[in-house]
């Protein structure tokens, strides 16, 4: 056990002895520099022989070296990726410069990483250990994150080491458990001072030693060879009486120790300062290239500064290797990079980029020969390249490249390629950088356009909105097609705010620039057709969007936002519900496929709303909480919100109030810190009918008419996207406020006449039987007419509230055996879907009807957890456990443990071949979870 830290091994260990048990966990240990993180990992993982154990170190210097810190980690089980499903496999080898890599993004990558640490779990338990995770390139910090969220039965532990200060960095694993090593104990030490100290000390000078290094095990080691002699009633090192901080103190200590070494050591040391955790060939063809051999290492392995080990030499601490760069002048510092680039000369994609990363820190002038060389590299994407290596190749060639036009557009590519990848972030900042530079009117527009797309992407479309607008009277005169693309971009941000009064205008303005260019442009003829089906002009909107199917079928894949998924928002506005279902669940199939994070989110969204409407509520809701965790850990801020506002109508028609509420107000607090209304409007119409199934009137029209002041304020009615109006005039009828009821029915009444739109004019021709309670031969002939129509979708919801509030009226004029039949079947309805708020107050008005109250078993699909859900879906497809856990970003053990899950909960279910039976079943009633693409379907 270590000395002092008897607490904190046997936390870690008990970590491990889970993992031998088949858990996973994960934890970061934090603490200031020489705290002892390193030697109490170091402990454990000697504990844990049985265990395979990967480690890699974060090295400050190659911070900025995407995937470096995975490359070191995974390299000795580099074997083992063809155990892993083929396209992940492909992302892992071209994101770790091992082989040809292909166009895949950073979320397939973090992937792959997942798959390989489960498939090394299944010939037994896997410890893995990162330490200094603060200097780790943030792409491989990211991939690891992501892993370790993801990580449940597989018997695979993770422990992250990190200092303090780096707050910003650490940002990236709050998801992991965290815990703070502290100094030693007093009586700790004195024990360690007299077993590992230096240097011998006078007891005053012991004395001095335990106050300034406050329990640091590596101060205590380190600090007596410099307090030794030095008079035990001096000051602190900096003579004003306060202590150093113990990472300068410590630093000082090493620095004084490297300055005695002979130039050619402190010269062999820095180059493995700046050179991290290359492979010996490399550190080798270095050292040559610098006049140097492993020999000129032997005097600072005889002063204790480095260590021998199996891949050639290495710090003794990190803080050595820190001393050694900082403690270089910055002359000798470029100079070591130099030499690093001379020994890369020659290579090709992606080892070209630690070339062209060492030559700009050796201080190199712009050179538009390198420029070319990393730009053709760049140029391979996305045939032969990952995006995320691609940006990177064409922002070092821009940084080889003279100011000026050329380095604009360098700057350019790397940002389309970023956005590819799912960088947002870092695309816009090159974007800022690029315009600086750009000096033809045609490239501005380009940045302008693409940072549009980038601002609605990420919640924030006002900026860009403005800017676009700003340029496209240039455009117009320039190119009249790119001028419609830009106003069609203008209209895109409308629209993501909500603000359809000014979508309708931007584009109708698009199209007639479309038109006038001669040009098809997919993308602007698809969101005028979105504006006018939103808009409520069913007709046109119908007949843009037929016109549309062929080349729908077949997008252009490098229009910059996902024409699929809004070509099914338009059929779910026209409320073209099997329509929309098929093509975003075609699309979504393809989107898991090839790992494309940020578009499946973006779909999953819009399908959870179409599965709402189809009754299909347990998969509505697995597919909305997917599409929130998938848009967080992408960074998809505009998907989050959506998914947000998914889950809280579903919630709120499932009466889960705890979680319907908790979800509105994560969703108002997404609104107001981005740009995005629309889905804080769509959050509180969830909120109105979760009190209007709970019989709280008063609540609900306070909701809904929130709601309503949205829609008037932007020129939007009622539709299946943001619906309220229905709800509403419920409301006020219950509260007897017929005028305001009226009020409201006239705008529904409005939007249904505008084209055919059954669902819409069943809920009008409803209303209109509420408010006619002194005339019941006409209330029937609406509550009729509403059945009729909403019989022509698959909407039971909405034919379930038909039914109730008919029964409802027909108990109260004394029909009481009609209104039993009507009852029966509304309450079937709500049972079946869960709706037990709904169904509450149904059987209660049954009671009063002189019914009998039958409850229908429950769906056995609704027993699964949303996870457990899109596990079974897969699996009753016919999928193997490993194309399972690819498509859902598993792995294959914890698909193992969910489909255990699955069996005990379903009753008579302990086979596959059973569960393909039980989701046939299922997908003919309500309840089904017909979401084949989503889930990993074939998309037929």
């Known amino acids: ?127 893995v250990t990162v330490d200094d995770a603060q200097w780790l390139d943030p792409y491989s910090l990211d991939a690891l994150a992501f892993a370790t969220r993801r990580l449940s039965r597989e018997g695979v532990v993770v422990l992250f080491t990190a200092r303090d200060e780096q707050e910003e960095a650490m940002s990236r694993l709050a998801s992991v458990e965290t815990f703070t090593l502290t100094g030693l104990d007093a ?60 990472g300068e103190m410590l630093a000082h200590t090493f620095g004084s120790a490297v300055a005695r070494l002979p130039a050619e050591a402190q010269d062999a040391m820095l180059l493995l300062a700046v050179l991290g955790t290359r492979p010996l060939a490399g550190t080798e063809a270095a050292l040559r290239a610098h006049g140097l051999s492993y020999e000129s290492l032997e005097a600072a392995e005889d002063a204790g500064l480095v260590v021998e080990e199996r891949d050639g030499y290495a710090f003794r601490h990190p803080l050595v290797r820190s001393a050694v760069y900082h403690g270089a002048t910055p002359v000798r510092r470029r100079r070591a990079h130099h030499a690093i680039a001379r020994s890369l000369q020659g290579a090709t994609a992606p080892a070209l980029e630690q070339y062209a990363w060492h030559l700009a820190a050796s201080g190199a002038e712009p050179d538009e020969h390198v420029a070319s060389l990393l730009e053709n590299a760049a140029s391979g994407a996305p045939e032969t390249l990952a995006y995320p290596l691609a940006s990177r190749l064409y922002e070092r060639a821009a940084r080889f490249t003279p100011e000026g036009q050329r380095k604009a557009e360098r700057l350019l590519c790397a940002a389309r390629a970023s956005q590819a990848a799912g960088s947002l972030n870092e695309a816009a900042a090159i974007l800022d950088r690029a315009l600086e530079h750009a000096e033809q009117l045609g490239t501005q527009l380009d940045i302008r356009q693409l940072r549009c797309y980038l601002d609605v992407q990420r919640g924030r479309p006002t900026r860009s909105r403005e800017l676009l607008k700003s340029a496209v009277d240039e455009a117009e005169k320039v190119d009249p097609a790119l001028a419609a693309v830009m106003l069609g971009g203008i209209a895109l941000t409308e629209l993501a705010v909500g603000d359809l009064t000014a979508a309708r205008g931007t584009s109708a303005a698009a199209m007639e620039l479309a038109d006038s260019a001669h040009e098809t442009l997919l993308p602007v003829r698809l969101l005028r057709t979105l504006v006018l089906l939103l808009g409520g002009d069913a007709e046109a909107g119908r007949a843009l969007l037929r016109e549309l199917a062929e080349p729908l079928a077949s997008p252009d ?170 709800d509403l005039a419920d409301a006020y009828v219950h509260l007897r406020r017929t005028d305001e009821a009226r009020d409201v029915l006239d705008v529904l009444e409005y939007e249904a006449g505008r084209g055919h739109r059954p669902v819409t004019a069943g809920a009008a021709a409803r209303c209109r039987g509420l408010l006619e309670p002194g005339d019941p031969e006409a209330a029937s002939r609406h509550m009729r007419r509403s059945l009729a129509l909403l019989s022509e979708r698959p909407v039971p919801f909405e034919r379930g509230r038909t039914e109730f509030a008919w029964g409802e009226q027909l108990r109260r004029q004394g029909r009481r055996s009609e209104a039993r039949r009507l009852l029966e079947r509304a309450l079937a309805t709500f049972e079946r879907l869960g709706a037990t708020g709904w169904a509450a107050r149904v059987a209660a008005e049954l009671h009063a009807a002189g019914g009998t109250e039958v409850r229908p078993e429950r769906a056995p699909l609704e027993r699964l957890t949303p996870q457990e859900l899109q596990v079974a879906l897969v699996v009753g497809r016919g999928l193997t456990n490993h194309e399972v856990a690819e498509r859902l970003f598993l792995s294959v ?28 079943q299922a997908s003919e009633g309500p309840e089904t979870a017909g979401v084949s693409g989503a889930a990993g379907a074939s998309g037929g």
């Open 1 to 127: 056990m270590l000395l002092g830290r008897s607490a904190e091994c046997a936390r870690l260990l008990a970590l491990i002895d889970k993992a031998r048990g088949g858990e996973s966990g994960a934890l970061l240990i934090r603490g200031e520099a020489g705290i002892g993180k390193t030697s109490l990992v170091g402990y454990v993982a000697e504990q844990a022989d049985d265990l395979l154990r990967l480690g890699t170190r974060g090295v400050e210097v190659e911070s900025d070296l995407p995937y470096v810190g995975l490359a070191d980690l995974l390299r000795p089980v580099l074997h083992a990726l063809d155990r892993i499903p083929e396209r992940q496999g492909a992302a892992l080898t071209g994101a770790l410069a091992l082989g040809p890599a292909v166009a895949q993004d950073r979320f397939a990558v973090a992937a792959g990483t997942l798959s390989l640490l489960g498939a090394l779990a299944e010939e037994g338990p896997v410890l």
């Open 187 to 246: 009586e700790s030490a004195h024990r360690l001072i007299a077993e590992k100290g230096t240097a011998e000390l006078t007891a005053q000078e012991a004395d001095r030693l335990l106050a300034e290094a406050r329990g640091n095990p590596l101060a205590l080691i380190e600090l007596p060879a410099l307090l030794a002699g030095s008079g035990a009633g001096d000051d602190a090192g900096d003579g004003s009486g306060a202590p150093l901080p113990i």
């Open 557 to 726: 894949p490098a229009f910059p936002y996902p024409l699929a998924g809004v070509g099914g928002l338009c059929h779910l506005a026209a409320e073209e519900l099997d329509e929309a279902h098929g093509m975003l669940d075609r699309a979504a199939y393809t989107a898991r496929g090839s790992s494309a994070v940020g578009l499946l989110s973006h779909l999953l969204c819009t399908l959870s709303v179409v599965e709402f409407w189809r009754g299909r509520w347990t998969p509505s809701l697995a597919h909305a909480d997917e599409a929130v965790r998938l848009a967080e850990a992408s960074g998809q801020l505009i998907e989050v919100s959506r998914g947000l506002a998914a889950l809280v109508k579903t919630e709120a028609a499932l009466n889960r109030e705890e979680d319907c509420r908790r979800h509105a107000a994560k969703a108002m607090e997404w609104a107001g810190s981005t740009e995005l209304p629309m889905d804080a409007a769509r959050a509180l119409g969830g909120l109105g009918l979760l009190e209007l199934g709970l019989g709280r009137f008063e609540e609900a029209v306070h909701h809904l008419e929130e709601v309503r002041a949205f829609s008037q304020r932007h020129g939007r009615g009622d539709g299946l996207y943001l619906t309220w109006a229905a």
């Open 893 to 920: 053990k914890t698909v193992e443990f969910h489909l255990s899950n699955i069996y005990r909960k379903l009753d008579g279910v302990h086979r596959r071949a059973q569960l393909v039976r039980l989701l046939a």
